[in-house]
């Protein structure tokens, strides 16, 4: 499990932090001992910090070459990483410099196969946390480069694990389409956004495709239609961990959605500070439908159940207020469940009960929340490209090829344009005709387009 699903499973379990507070008196330092004379605080030494460095021979220099001469097989452009200057230092006679320059350059190769190219303003709405890949974690590999005399497997070792990017990595060298392999090179390059080790099993939405996944071991359990953010509410890219599922939820509604149900009937007013917040109680018109994932997130983003399910039926299903809309979601909380005592039956006896009852998985599993506007398929045509719903392509491409970046990023929902439908192409095919992708203001549907 990667090192920040763990954290966020760790930060989960634990108990409420008021159990653990302590006391004004408890914090005080302890007096010391009669007749001896607290002395000034010991001071804290902040650490040296790491200075990556290498003794390169040029053997090993000139593998470093010829890997950055080949970087273009995973989207990149060997005149980021300074190749004149490695070229020349391999045929001159200062050793020092070499390694000065090969070292350099490593690193840099290194951290965009590990990290993604691309600059975090140019990552729209994308909160994802990588792999860490700290100066101490560089000099580790570059040891284990240079020790071996494998800097091209060394490098080629923090690249993503996942089937899909070593597909689009085949499609990249297979396609003469320009605009094709630069939506293939952006592609890639989100996947070096993620960690690169997703976990054994995981859920994985895909905002664009409008899917939702659960995968064990590389293979698909598990996967549903999804409605995903409208316009004007896009869905963010996150991850967290889910740790169970509320069979018939309340929905606690958002304070910016109080007044469309303030007053309403099938809506609860709870007491909050001088104000008040409101509730929907479990039932047949409730905004989350049947079922809820708890997976916690500062976003308040979940996948859940809905009332609306005609909305699976559209091709583009833009239309919540951020949170992943999944169909069939009891079905897909079961197979979550697997492995508990939540089979079925149990399942819709407490559905049947109208109760809100909690089930927690066996182990929690991370999700991830991303956004990839084309993926691979097995069939003929090998793959498909999916519209850019959020409009947040332009921007990443213009910081993927290194050029200058508007003086205010252009927010993702006003990037697309009003009304688009966000069809998918298959192949080189023509979108299909364009259709709203927000949902209509219906009066009775204030509570189904919530999430």
Same mark, same amino acid.
């Given at each position: 499990m990667p090192s920040r699903t763990l954290l966020a499973f760790l930060l989960a379990a634990a108990a409420p932090a008021a159990a653990f507070a302590q006391s004004a008196q408890e914090l005080k330092p302890a007096a010391p001992p009669p007749g001896v004379t607290a002395g000034p605080p010991t001071p804290v030494v902040a650490p040296a910090p790491v200075i990556v460095a290498g003794d390169w021979k040029k053997r090993d220099a000139q593998d470093l070459l010829a890997f950055i001469d080949a970087i273009g097989d995973d989207g990149l452009d060997p005149a980021d990483y300074n190749r004149a200057a490695l070229a020349a230092?391999?045929?001159?006679?200062?050793?020092?410099?070499?390694?000065?320059?090969?070292?350099?350059?490593?690193?840099?190769?290194?951290?965009?196969?590990?990290?993604?190219?691309?600059?975090?303003?140019?990552?729209?709405?994308?909160?994802?946390?990588?792999?860490?890949?700290?100066?101490?974690?560089?000099?580790?590999?570059?040891?284990?480069?240079?020790?071996?005399?494998?800097?091209?497997?060394?490098?080629?070792?923090?690249?993503?694990?996942?089937?899909?990017? !070593?597909?689009?990595r085949k499609l990249l060298a297979d396609t003469a389409d320009p605009k094709l392999k630069e939506k293939i090179r952006l592609n890639m390059d989100r996947w070096r956004w993620l960690p690169r080790d997703l976990g054994s099993k995981y859920v994985i939405v895909n905002v664009p495709a409008y899917t939702v996944s659960i995968v064990e071991n590389g293979t698909?359990?598990?996967?549903?239609?999804?409605?995903? @953010?409208?316009?004007?509410?896009?869905? *963010?890219?996150?991850?967290?961990?889910?740790?169970? !599922?509320?069979?018939?939820?309340?929905?606690?509604?958002?304070s910016s959605l109080s007044h469309e149900v303030a007053g309403r009937k099938g809506y609860v007013s709870v007491p909050n500070g001088s104000g008040v917040r409101w509730r929907q109680p479990p039932g047949p018109t409730n905004a989350l439908g049947r079922v809820k994932l708890v997976?916690?997130?500062?976003? !308040?983003?979940?996948?859940?159940?809905?009332?609306?399910?005609?909305?699976?039926?559209?091709?583009?299903?833009?239309?919540?207020?951020g949170c992943i809309r999944t $169909?069939?979601?009891? @079905?897909?909380?079961?197979?979550?469940?697997?492995?508990? $005592?939540?089979?079925? *039956?149990?399942?819709? $006896?407490?559905?049947a009960s109208k109760k809100s009852v909690q089930a927690n998985l066996a182990t929690p599993i991370p999700v991830y929340i991303?956004?990839?506007?084309?993926a691979t398929t097995s069939d003929k045509e090998g793959y498909l490209s999916y519209a850019d719903l959020y409009g947040r392509d332009p921007l990443a491409t213009l910081a993927l090829n290194?050029?200058?970046?508007?003086?205010?990023?252009?927010?993702? !929902?006003?990037?697309?344009?009003?009304?688009?439908k966000p069809a998918v192409v298959k192949a080189g095919g023509k979108p299909g005709p364009a259709k709203p992708v927000v949902a209509a203001a219906k009066k009775p549907q204030v509570a189904a387009a919530a999430h």
């Open positions: 230092a391999i045929d001159g006679k200062d050793d020092s410099l070499l390694s000065q320059v090969a070292t350099k350059a490593f690193v840099k190769v290194a951290s965009d196969l590990s990290l993604g190219h691309v600059v975090p303003d140019a990552r729209l709405d994308w909160h994802v946390k990588d792999d860490p890949f700290t100066a101490a974690d560089q000099q580790a590999l570059l040891t284990r480069a240079l020790a071996g005399h494998a800097v091209a497997d060394t490098l080629r070792s923090v690249l993503p694990t996942h089937p899909q990017y !070593a597909a689009l698909t359990l598990n996967r549903r239609k999804a409605v995903a @953010g409208a316009l004007k509410t896009p869905t *963010p890219q996150l991850s967290a961990v889910i740790t169970g !599922a509320i069979f018939n939820p309340w929905w606690e509604v958002p997976m916690g997130n500062p976003y !308040a983003i979940y996948l859940h159940d809905t009332n609306a399910k005609n909305l699976f039926n559209a091709r583009a299903r833009a239309y919540s207020h $169909e069939e979601a009891v @079905g897909f909380a079961e197979t979550l469940l697997q492995g508990t $005592e939540w089979d079925r *039956p149990k399942i819709d $006896e407490v559905l991303v956004y990839f506007t084309i290194d050029k200058p970046l508007p003086p205010k990023p252009v927010k993702a !929902a006003a990037a697309a344009k009003p009304g688009a």
